[in-house]
């Protein structure tokens, strides 16, 4: 079977998972809301620390989350989340989502988010998440497009991020702007068009407390984190360019006006 392939570029570093423990089903999964059923088993891909796994078992009170990670390290964190909601409705392994460790016809639904952008071979994980959902059930897919990305005032140094990141991300063998090919890869992965829905959300900062917060978590993910470390080891930038580009961050930051808007793909997949 097919392997992951890719460098996940961002890691997990205490920046990146500022920005993860932050989602929740309502700000990143309200598209697959309404389908959930108390007694449904959900198949969580990639889910880091675990919020939106947590928010996901608490919606199945009678039913079983499994949330799925390829770093083992960050499960502690994912359980601990889960523990201190008082849920016990859910388990946690590791995996790789190009060969899923899960007999045929698991799962109700199988929902992943931020995952594609980052793996080798998408349409292989998303043929995989078709094989372990039920007839009638869902696989459910959520991604951000890098490009779609638009900021607000134009500091300088604000697009050398953008042409950088996606540099990166793509010379680690992943596809940063994926959430506008979400529903082509569902097709060639297997779905008929007529069983795909594709759709669009947002996450927008603009208040002084969501600016501060955002520009600080990628400042500090510029220099500190494991994407840092692939931008210079991969002849990509030097320090001092991601110095620059961490002062540029922070000069948004502190924009009156600032604002940030991100574009994501969604795709509800019927099986």
Do not use: K
Request: glycine letters at 8%; one cysteine or more; aromatic letters at 8%.
């Amino acid at each position: 079977m097919p392997q992951e392939s890719a460098v996940y570029t961002h890691g997990h570093h205490e920046s990146v998972l500022r920005s993860h423990t932050w989602r929740t089903v309502a700000n990143s999964a309200a598209y697959l809301r309404d389908a959930l059923r108390p007694d449904m088993r959900i198949l969580d891909v990639g889910c880091g620390p675990g919020t939106i796994t947590a928010d996901l078992a608490a919606l199945v009170p009678d039913g079983q989350v499994t949330g799925l990670e390829h770093a083992p390290d960050v499960l502690r964190q994912a359980r601990a989340t889960a523990a201190d909601r008082g849920l016990t409705n859910f388990r946690f392994a590791v995996g790789d989502v190009h060969a899923l460790d899960f007999p045929d016809d698991t799962f109700c639904v199988v929902h992943a988010h931020q995952v594609l952008q980052h793996v080798g071979d998408p349409v292989q994980a998303l043929r995989e998440m078709r094989r372990v959902t039920r007839p009638g059930g869902l696989v459910a897919v959520r991604d951000s497009d890098y490009s779609a990305m638009t900021w607000y005032p134009e500091v300088d140094g604000m697009a050398d991020w953008l042409r950088l990141y996606l540099r990166v991300a793509r010379a680690n063998g992943g596809e940063p702007d994926a959430g506008r090919r979400l529903h082509a890869w569902a097709r060639q992965a297997g779905f008929a068009p007529d069983a795909i829905t594709a759709t669009a959300g947002t996450w927008c900062y603009r208040t002084p407390e969501e600016r501060s917060w955002w520009s600080e978590l990628w400042a500090d993910r510029t220099v500190n984190s494991s994407y840092a470390r692939l931008a210079v080891d991969g002849g990509h930038a030097t320090t001092e360019q991601l110095d620059r580009i961490a002062r540029a961050w922070r000069a948004w930051g502190a924009e009156e006006d600032g604002w940030f808007g991100i574009l994501h793909g969604e795709i509800l997949c019927r099986v």
